[in-house]
T-cell receptor
Framework: NAGVTQTPKFRVLKTGQSMTLLCAQD?????MYWYRQDPGMGLRLIHY???????AKGEVPDGYNVSRLKKQNFLLGLESAAPSQTSVYFC??????????????FGPGTRLTVT | DAKTTQPNSMESNEEEPVHLPCNHS???????IHWYRQLPSQGPEYVIH???SNVNNRMASLAIAEDRKSSTLILHRATLRDAAVYYC????????????FGKGTSLLVTP
């Protein structure tokens, strides 16, 4: 049981380049999330998905797109990278929140630098 | 959304108890109190959560004030591995998924 995995672990992009970050989970979770974390800050939600084929915007969605074609995978795309997107990106997943029972499981992160 | 206030940093000696405070004076009746922690260079991990009563698990204890306007995460015997950023988060049971991470408290544990 690998939990939540992220690919790649590190990446350096030039301004204007595109890339896709892959998140995979093997816990059969319905919900998946993409966060970014800037130095000295907490995590901010970019996009999330409540099930296969559905996505929704979070707090900071501009400049990113996502897709959830399979339940276990959640992709984050940067179409034209900007230096402001230099950050650490975390993926997370969870079961459908039900009452008090709720926990998000996080991946190890992808460190992205845009020059 | 109800907000939380935590100290920026705290320091503890190894093998001593640590009390991490969190103020949430605007908490609503449907807000659960969640704690996550983030070890260096890792993703956050769940620690504990509660609503009104104190809670214990293998990682920590959560003490919730009677008026629910504050709570304290208690690590009973700090180890070097407990050095992390600890986040106190309110989650409205009606909004389901949302976890709003603030800046948290950076805990330093010294030998």
């Amino acid at each position: 049981n690998a939990g939540v995995t992220q690919t790649p672990k590190f990446r350096v992009l030039k301004t204007g380049q595109s890339m896709t970050l892959l998140c995979a989970q093997d816990m059969n979770h319905e919900y998946m999330y993409w966060y970014r974390q800037d130095p000295g800050m907490g995590l901010r939600l970019i996009h999330y998905s409540v099930g296969e084929g559905t996505t929704a915007k979070g707090e900071v969605p501009d400049g990113y797109n996502v897709s959830r074609l399979k339940k276990q995978n959640f992709l984050l795309g940067l179409e034209s990278a900007a230096p402001s997107q230099t950050s650490v990106y975390f993926c997370a997943s969870s079961y459908l929140p039900q009452g008090s029972s709720y926990e998000q499981y996080f991946g190890p992160g992808t460190r992205l630098t845009v020059t | 959304d109800a907000k939380t206030t935590q100290p920026n940093s705290m320091e503890s000696n190894e093998e001593e108890p640590v009390h991490l405070p969190c103020n949430h004076s605007t908490i609503s009746g449907t807000d659960y109190i969640h704690w996550y922690r983030q070890l260096p260079s890792q993703g956050p991990e769940y620690v504990i959560h509660g609503l009104t009563s104190n809670v214990n698990n293998r990682m920590a204890s959560l003490a919730i004030a009677e008026d629910r306007k504050s709570s304290t995460l208690i690590l009973h015997r700090a180890t070097l591995r407990d050095a992390a950023v600890y986040y106190c988060i309110l989650r409205d049971v009606n909004s389901g998924y949302a976890l709003n991470f603030g800046k948290g408290t950076s805990l330093l544990v010294t030998p």
